[in-house]
C-alpha cells in the first residue's frame, strides 16, 4: 500500500511516499480503508523525535493519526463492527499510521463515523475532540454556568473545545488574532481576546478552568486568571509526575518531569489552583458520544483546507506555520 513515512527522526525532516507492506491484522483488530486523515502538531513532534522517549516508533514508520474510512475485515473477536461500516478514530500510541491507504486498528479505538458528516470533515474530528473531551469533561468535569478559558480558539483543538465548553453550559472566553474574531464568536465563544492588541491576563479574573495550549510564559499568566480551586489544565506541557505513571516510565524520566513540572506547580499552589497535564488517548467509547453531539448538531467541524493525499507533506508544513483555522484535512482516496 502506498504511505507516507518518517525514514529517521530529524526536526523538520521529510516525509517520503512509499510502498509499505498491507498491515498486520489482529484478533481484536479492524482493517479499515482510508478515506480522508488530518494533521496534528503530534505528527511534527512525533517526526521530530521530540517524544521518541515514550513513544518510541522505529523507522521507518507511517505518520498520521487522525482517520475516518470503511472496514473491510473485522478480527475474530469483534462483533460490533462489520464489512462496510463508516467508522472513524485516532489510533492508540504506537499504532498510529494514519497517512496511508490501510490500517489495522484496534476495534476500542474506533466508532461508527456521524452520520452527517463527509468522510473528510469525520476525519477532522477525532484527535482534537477527544483531547477537548478528556480535558472538559473527564479531567475538567465542566459544569453549567462556570467559566472556561480556552486558548487559541481557532486551532483545531480551539474550535472544537469552544463549542463543547458550549455544549456543557459554559461562559467562555478564548484567545485569537483579529482575523478569526468572527469564526471564534460563530462558534460559541462569550469573550474573545485579540491576543495581538490585547493581554488576557487583565481582562479575564475568577475562572474556573484554563485549558493551555501555548508556550511557558502564558501557562504562568494562566494561573492568574483562576479562581482559588479552579483547574489548570495543560496539553502543551509540561509533563507531570501522574503522566510518567500512566505511562509507567521508568525513575529517571518520572525525576525529570518532576523537575519539568516544579515551577508551575509552585505557582498553581501558591494561588490554590490544579495543575495538570493531559496527553490524550485513543478512545472509541467517547467517540461514540461526540458523534452524537454532532449528529444533534450541537458541535460542528471546522475545516480550514483539503489536501489531496499527494500533498500530505505540504499539509503538514501548512499546520506548522501556526496559522490554520480549525483542522487541516487529508483525501485519502479520490
Ligand atoms: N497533549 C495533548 O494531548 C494534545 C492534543 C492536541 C494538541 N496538543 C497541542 O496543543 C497545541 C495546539 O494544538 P492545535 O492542534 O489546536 O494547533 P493548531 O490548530 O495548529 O493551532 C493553530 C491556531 O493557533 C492560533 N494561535 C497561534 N498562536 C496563538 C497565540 N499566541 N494565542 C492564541 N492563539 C494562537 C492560531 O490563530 P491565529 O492564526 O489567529 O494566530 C491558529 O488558528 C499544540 O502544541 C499541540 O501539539 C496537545
Request: net charge negative.
Given at each position: 500500500m502506498k504511505a507516507f513515512i518518517v525514514d529517521k527522526y530529524k526536526k523538520m525532516g521529510p516525509l517520503r511516499l512509499a510502498d509499505m507492506p498491507d498491515p498486520q491484522f489482529g484478533a481484536n483488530d479492524v482493517l479499515v480503508r482510508i478515506e480522508a486523515s488530518a494533521i496534528n502538531l503530534l505528527d511534527s513532534k512525533v517526526r521530530d523525535g521530540e517524544f521518541k522517549l515514550f513513544?518510541?516508533?522505529?523507522?521507518p514508520f507511517i505518520l498520521g493519526h487522525d482517520l475516518a474510512g470503511t472496514v473491510l475485515r473485522v478480527g475474530a473477536n469483534i462483533r460490533q463492527f462489520k464489512a462496510g461500516d463508516e467508522v472513524y478514530g485516532r489510533p492508540r500510541d504506537l499504532r498510529a499510521g494514519t497517512f496511508a491507504e490501510f490500517i489495522a486498528v484496534?476495534?476500542?479505538?474506533l466508532a461508527l463515523k456521524p452520520t452527517s458528516l463527509s468522510m473528510e470533515q469525520a476525519a477532522s474530528i477525532p484527535l482534537v475532540g477527544l483531547t477537548a473531551w478528556q480535558a472538559l469533561v473527564e479531567v475538567g468535569k465542566v459544569k453549567p454556568s462556570q467559566k472556561v478559558f480556552i486558548q487559541a480558539g481557532s486551532g483545531g483543538v480551539g474550535t472544537f473545545a469552544i463549542q463543547l465548553a458550549k455544549h456543557l453550559g459554559a461562559t467562555v472566553a478564548t484567545t485569537t488574532s483579529t482575523a478569526n474574531i468572527a469564526l471564534v464568536k460563530s462558534l460559541g465563544a462569550d469573550v474573545a481576546i485579540d491576543y495581538k492588541t490585547q493581554d488576557f491576563e487583565q481582562v479575564l479574573s475568577g475562572y474556573d478552568l484554563v485549558l493551555n495550549s501555548q508556550d511557558a510564559k502564558t501557562l504562568a499568566k494562566s494561573v492568574n486568571v483562576l479562581k482559588p480551586g479552579g483547574k489548570l489544565i495543560s496539553i502543551?506541557?509540561?509533563?507531570?509526575v501522574p503522566f510518567a505513571r500512566s505511562l509507567r516510565l521508568n525513575l529517571f524520566l518520572r525525576f525529570v518531569m518532576r523537575v519539568l513540572s516544579r515551577g508551575i506547580l509552585k505557582k498553581a499552589k501558591i494561588r490554590g489552583v490544579d495543575y495538570s497535564f493531559l496527553f490524550m488517548r485513543a478512545e472509541g467509547q467517547q467517540l461514540r458520544e461526540i458523534a452524537k453531539l454532532i449528529d444533534a448538531g450541537a458541535i460542528r467541524p471546522v475545516v480550514d483546507k483539503v489536501f489531496p493525499f499527494a500533498q500530505t507533506p505540504e499539509a503538514l508544513a501548512y499546520v506548522e506555520t501556526g496559522r490554520a483555522k480549525g483542522k487541516v484535512v487529508i483525501a485519502v482516496s479520490q
Open positions: 513513544l518510541p516508533y522505529r523507522p484496534d476495534a476500542a479505538d502543551s506541557g509540561p509533563p507531570d
